[in-house]
């Protein structure tokens, strides 16, 4: 487990999925009915974009940091960029805690034991977020369905093995069979294109009746780097797909990307 977040946080990508959480979390509390967030590899919480590793790879100046004067459009980008403007950027588990009801609750799972502890500093203010430092697939199957039988299932790995994408597909299947009416977002590097098809095909097979998949590509394309990444959504909310697209017309001309819409499974 050599990958830290650390070095990514509040890239182009982080940012489009970290608004995709808020999208979906404020669709969430719009019904009483508790939820509950299961994030099943949830990093450190925040990150300081100041700091060592995120000046290594300029990647937040790429990112979040090209956001700071964006204002108006809809609700989740003005909630997101709230959420982001502190002092460090809060990565998914620390915006879900902040987007908690007291009805609500988190549950954030992190393998890597220095990130768990990291984390369990930073979400102690919030009494509804549990941290557990435990394999994600794996816990997730345990997890699922929560006794609130709403909420979002946040599957964000860092796919360093070669089998990632596999394990990944089987768990979502899995959780899925137990858990259909939950609101799944998985996110996916897109390093080949046929690697990138090939799993949204095994995620497909879990039989989802709506899946909306969006790809964020950089316009040009740098050596070296993350040039694109994906976000499959399990059972989007009503509206997602045009409250994203209205959102990503602000902010990619900044973050100099392009997204596409497909409907996997279903359609709006
Ligand atoms: C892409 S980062 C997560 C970022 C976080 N979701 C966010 O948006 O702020 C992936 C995290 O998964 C952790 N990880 C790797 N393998 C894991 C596993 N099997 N179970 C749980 N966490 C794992 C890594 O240590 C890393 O912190």
Not at 12 to 20: G, M, P, R
Not at 30 to 55: Q, R, W
Not at 129 to 147: I, K
Not at 208 to 224: E, N, P, T
Request: hydrophobic share 45%.
């Amino acid at each position: 487990m050599n990958y830290r977040h650390a070095y990514h946080a509040g890239n182009f990508a982080d940012v489009v999925k970290h608004l995709a959480v808020v999208g979906v979390l404020q669709h969430l509390r719009k019904k009483a009915a508790a939820f509950a967030v299961i994030d099943s590899h949830a990093g450190c919480g925040a990150y300081n974009l100041s700091g060592l590793e995120a000046s290594r790879t300029g990647e937040a100046a790429e990112g979040i940091a090209r956001l700071t004067n964006v204002s108006g459009g809809p609700a989740a980008l003005t909630s997101y960029l709230e959420l982001a403007k502190g002092a460090r950027y809060p990565g998914s588990p620390l915006l879900a805690a902040q987007l908690l009801r007291p009805q609500d609750r988190l549950v954030a799972i992190e393998k890597h034991p220095e990130d768990a502890a990291t984390l369990a500093a930073t979400l102690r203010p919030y009494p509804k977020a549990r941290v557990e430092e435990a394999d994600g697939y794996r816990r997730l199957l345990g997890l699922v369905p929560p006794p609130e039988r709403r909420g979002l299932i946040l599957i964000d790995p860092s796919y360093e093995s070669p089998d990632e994408f596999r394990e990944a597909a089987s768990a979502v299947a899995a959780a899925y069979r137990r858990f259909a009416t939950g609101i799944y977002l998985i996110w996916f590097p897109i390093k080949s294109t046929a690697e990138a098809n090939s799993f949204c095909g095994e995620v497909l097979t879990a039989g989802a009746a709506k899946v909306l998949r969006l790809d964020i590509s950089r316009c040009q394309m740098v050596a070296g780097k993350l040039n694109a990444a994906g976000l499959l959504v399990l059972n989007p909310p009503w509206q997602f797909e045009p409250d994203m697209r209205a959102s990503l017309d602000l902010i990619l001309p900044r973050l100099e990307c392009e997204a596409r819409f497909d409907w996997l499974a279903g359609s709006p």
